[in-house]
């Protein structure tokens, strides 16, 4: 059994912070499944997203080979028409979020 190698300290992002990251990485608003333009994200409260948690996943890097052990911690979105989930990694936007504060932050 691997250890898990990286256990990021969960901090609060916004659905602010989850907005301006998609928006910044060309991700499309449109539903991959049905083409509708809007989604909703799933918030904690009116400050946080939630997030959704799984202790341990492994890892592929592309080629067939295992990178590493490590939680995988998502943040959610739902197609406001067909309810499609689209699911985006917690840590690239918390990354992300820390390096790129908004203007009230
Ligand atoms: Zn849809």
Do not use: Q
């Amino acid at each position: 059994m691997k250890e898990i190698s990286e256990v990021p300290t969960l901090r609060e992002i916004s659905a602010d912070d989850v907005v301006r990251f998609l928006n910044e990485r060309g991700a499309s608003p449109a539903c991959t499944v049905c083409g509708h333009g809007y989604s909703s994200i799933h918030i904690r409260d009116n400050e946080s997203v939630s997030v959704l948690a799984n202790p341990s996943v492994t890892i592929s890097n592309g080629k067939g080979t295992i990178d590493l052990t490590r939680p995988s911690i998502t943040v959610a979105t739902e197609c406001d028409n067909c309810g499609h989930y689209r699911f985006f990694s917690y840590v690239k936007i918390l990354n992300w979020a820390d390096k790129n504060r908004g203007p009230h932050e």
